[in-house]
């Protein structure tokens, strides 16, 4: 399996000095003998607030590293797809029928967490079917995998997308990525959507829960709010002071239930009054909230 999982780093080249500007990087999975990579499309897209033109490189498994293109990308599910024109037959990965997990069930994570390459965690399925709404996920329409693998030699049945804590972690179900390739290849796909700045997840309270036993550090008397997972580099968020593992429990001086009442407030005009949770400490944060229409 390992063979056909990759490296994949998407960098902008400084144009005084001529070295590569890191933006976010992240792992795939080759499907096709000609180059065809599925990965996650927070790995492949910038913020909207940055400036140049972003470039992908991907590392294969023996080293050799090539060009990359995006060919189709779904936000909201976050998923895309990436092309590189290798000089010879690739390995490839074949997806397997996430709807036939069950909990309970051993899985193994593959991939290049922090441009660590290699990386392998094991761990059980929890749930097959973790409605992304139930996560405060905006207009989801899929059911993600939970599994405790810290974040498959078999086919693939899902490919992280949320890592929430040590522990708990998310997986896009394989099903909802053979759909997706379905839909790209008869050009069916729409990727008009807004660019947002967070990736976050609602702190429901099993959830929770899980959390405290998982985490010694989260603070104890947190019991609802929306858990910043990811900040996009130079975002609005980013340069507002937002860092991953923030905890929001106030917006605008109202306590913050869903991701949903954030969204809907981005979509807005005017700075957000953010109240926030970092360890022990309350901060305040001022945010300009900036969204783009791809």
Same mark, same amino acid.
């Given at each position: 399996? !390992?063979?056909? &999982?990759?490296? *994949?780093?998407?960098?902008?080249?400084?144009?005084?000095?001529?070295?590569?500007? #890191?933006?976010?990087?992240?792992? /795939?999975?080759?499907?096709?003998?000609?180059?065809?990579?599925?990965?996650?499309?927070?790995?492949?897209?910038?913020? !909207?607030?940055?400036? /140049?033109?972003? %470039?992908?490189?991907?590392?294969?498994?023996?080293?050799?590293?090539?060009?990359?293109?995006?060919?189709?990308?779904?936000?909201?599910?976050? *998923?895309?797809?990436?092309?590189?024109?290798?000089?010879?037959?690739? #390995?490839?990965?074949?997806?397997?029928?996430?709807?036939?997990?069950?909990?309970?069930?051993?899985?193994?994570?593959?991939?290049?967490?922090?441009?660590?390459?290699?990386?392998?965690?094991?761990?059980?399925?929890?749930?097959?079917?973790?409605? $992304?709404?139930? =996560?405060?996920?905006?207009?989801?329409?899929?059911?993600?995998?939970?599994?405790?693998?810290?974040?498959?030699?078999?086919?693939?049945? @899902? *490919?992280?997308?949320?890592?929430?804590?040590?522990? +708990?972690?998310? !997986? +896009?179900?394989?099903?909802?990525?053979?759909?997706?390739?379905?839909?790209?290849?008869?050009?069916?796909?729409?990727? @008009?959507?807004? &660019?947002?700045? =967070?990736?976050?997840?609602?702190?429901?309270?099993?959830?929770?829960?899980?959390?405290?036993?998982?985490?010694?550090?989260?603070?104890?008397?947190?019991?609802?709010?929306?858990?910043?997972? %990811?900040?996009? #580099?130079?975002?609005?968020?980013?340069? $507002?002071?937002?860092?991953? $593992?923030?905890?929001?429990?106030? =917006?605008?001086?109202?306590?913050?239930?869903?991701?949903?009442?954030?969204?809907?407030?981005?979509?807005?005009? @005017?700075?957000?009054?953010?109240?926030?949770?970092?360890?022990?400490?309350?901060?305040?944060?001022?945010?300009?909230?900036?969204?783009?229409?791809?």
């Amino acid at each position: 399996m !390992a063979p056909a &999982v990759v490296h *994949i780093e998407l960098f902008l080249r400084h144009p005084l000095f001529g070295r590569h500007v #890191p933006l976010s990087s992240g792992s /795939g999975f080759i499907i096709s003998h000609s180059g065809l990579i599925v990965t996650n499309a927070h790995v492949v897209t910038a913020a !909207a607030t940055v400036t /140049g033109r972003p %470039q992908l490189r991907v590392q294969l498994h023996d080293g050799g590293a090539y060009e990359a293109t995006v060919r189709d990308v779904d936000r909201k599910s976050d *998923i895309a797809t990436i092309k590189v024109n290798p000089q010879k037959k690739l #390995p490839v990965l074949s997806l397997g029928r996430s709807s036939d997990l069950r909990p309970g069930e051993f899985v193994v994570a593959i991939g290049s967490p922090f441009a660590l390459q290699n990386t392998v965690t094991t761990g059980i399925v929890s749930t097959a079917q973790r409605d $992304g709404k139930e =996560l405060g996920i905006r207009d989801s329409d899929i059911d993600y995998i939970q599994t405790d693998a810290i974040i498959n030699d078999g086919e693939v049945i @899902g *490919i992280n997308t949320l890592k929430v804590t040590a522990g +708990i972690s998310f !997986a +896009i179900p394989s099903d909802r990525i053979r759909r997706f390739l379905t839909e790209s290849q008869h050009n069916k796909h729409s990727a @008009g959507l807004p &660019v947002f700045n =967070l990736i976050n997840v609602y702190l429901y309270c099993s959830l929770v829960e899980e959390m405290k036993r998982q985490n010694p550090d989260f603070p104890d008397d947190v019991t609802s709010g929306v858990l910043v997972h %990811q900040v996009i #580099p130079e975002s609005p968020a980013h340069r $507002g002071g937002i860092e991953a $593992g923030d905890v929001i429990l106030k =917006l605008n001086g109202r306590p913050l239930r869903t991701t949903d009442e954030l969204q809907g407030a981005l979509l807005g005009d @005017g700075p957000l009054l953010l109240e926030v949770r970092r360890g022990d400490d309350e901060l305040l944060f001022h945010i300009e909230p900036h969204v783009v229409m791809q």
